[in-house]
């Protein structure tokens, strides 16, 4: 049934690569963003002829997706940088903690990934390879450190430089050759508050006998991206502003990664922040001048700062590759959770099961008794980025309840969050409609629509709209489907954007042996 229904959907919107973003032309052009979903704060390394990057995930789990590519434009999510951190308070969603603007780098046969949390320290992960298991070290148990970035210099002196929590100074230590210890107190190389406020996101790189730090400055939405250089690594630095808005709607381009391909090309990846979508990643050409500044984008007047461009022709990398998206849809088919999945919490064994029923996710009813239900407080929603900008959702689940309030269903969250469950009530399961946020009292769900159904099976359907409102419908055949309440505001989450997912949980206090099976998630375009 279920893939009778999967493929009864592709064959009317035409097959996958029609239902979705997608950023290769087919033509040997892209267009931006290469990546419509939430990977903020990017950063990009070339290994031979693999493109890795590298996103925040803040309090989602596991942490720091891991993207590859061959040609920069078409990425698929391959790994998770690390399952937990080390502190217990991660067990429950610390919305607007975790990891924060990781870096990459490859030194000496070993991958490297740099990372800051607010409160908990700089980490570094290691590997050798970057499909297995990362180890996950604390280097500097300190609080509001961001945006590190490691950096091995030709005499084999190894170096890190970061920022302060909402942009600062650029502060430079000496490290071990190792990459594991840092072997001074830092020693700040640049700070102007005046002509770069909020400088953060560094990335360091050395050319031609010239240090750079990239630091975006100028705050997320409207900021732009600066460059600084110097001949020495302590400085003094020089500092030029190289990218910023143009009259396109992309707005503050900055914080990304810089990266030469094997034919000797210059790209800069970086973020816009868009609303409900988080912060999605865009591609530009970069070049270097006479002068060894470099222009990212494009530069028609030539004064030296560029403005981001809404595609072109895709990167030269020697060869051509077919198009590939980061996964999204789901049959739930295989033995280990999907690689676009993430919970708000560090992931429980307790919470699902793939092996219950051979094709189905069994997402069990985790209690979830915070204010009635109020999904902020509920780490088991099993989430995934907005990957499309008008996506329309679909899933089928049977509930096996026990007890009145269990509830299961499809929701799109971020502050505030809505939802459409099946839910077990005094007379029999109902489809409910609810809303709610976390801000403001009273902060339990509040029911927004409710409709009585004789079934323990139901479709499931959310549509997202252009304007950041949000409808939902249900079935009971799978292919009749039934609008239920009005049309509902989308926003973003703590420092991430609106996610979209399942879950199945109880409001009460005492833990159920309830459970609800799903046979599939399904995203396509609205049509």
Known sequence: MKRALLLLLLLVVGGVAQAQWIPDQGDGTYRNPILYADYS??????VGDDYWMVASSFTCMPGIPLLHSKDLVNWQIVNHIYDRLPQDKYTHPVHGEGSWAPSIRYHKGVFYVYFCTPYDGLFVARTKNPLGKWELHQMVDVVKWEDPCPFWDEDGQAYLVHSIHRGGPAIMHRMSEDGLRLLDNGVTVYHNTKENPVLEGMKMTKRNGWYYIFAPAG???MGWQTVLRA????????ARRVLQAGDN?????????LVETQTGEWWFIHFQSKGIYGRVCHLQPACWGADDWIVIGEDPDGDGVGT?????RKP??????PIAIPQTSDEFAAKKLGRQWQWHAYEQSAWYSLRARKGWMRLYAASCPSEEGNLHFAGNLLLQKIAEPTPMVTTCLESHFTVEGERAGLVMHGNPYTFIALERCEEGNRVRLYSGKSDKYPNRPQVEAEQCVASDRIWLRLYLDEDAYCRFAYSLDGEHFQAIGGRYAVAPGVWIGAKVGIFCLSPNVVSSSAYADFDFVQIERQQ
Not at 41 to 46: F, G, H, L, S, Y
Not at 308 to 312: E, I, M, R, V, Y
Not at 316 to 321: E, H, L, P, T
Request: glycine letters at 24%; hydrophobic letters at 20%.
């Open 316 to 321: 030269d990398v020697g060869k051509s590759y």
């Open 249 to 257: 709607g992309i707005n503050g381009p900055h914080q990304g990664g």
């Open 41 to 46: 704060d990017p950063d990009v390394i070339r």
């Open 219 to 221: 705050g997320v939405s």
């Open 308 to 312: 981001p461009l809404l595609g072109g």
């Open 231 to 238: 001949k020495n690594i302590y400085g003094p630095y020089e």
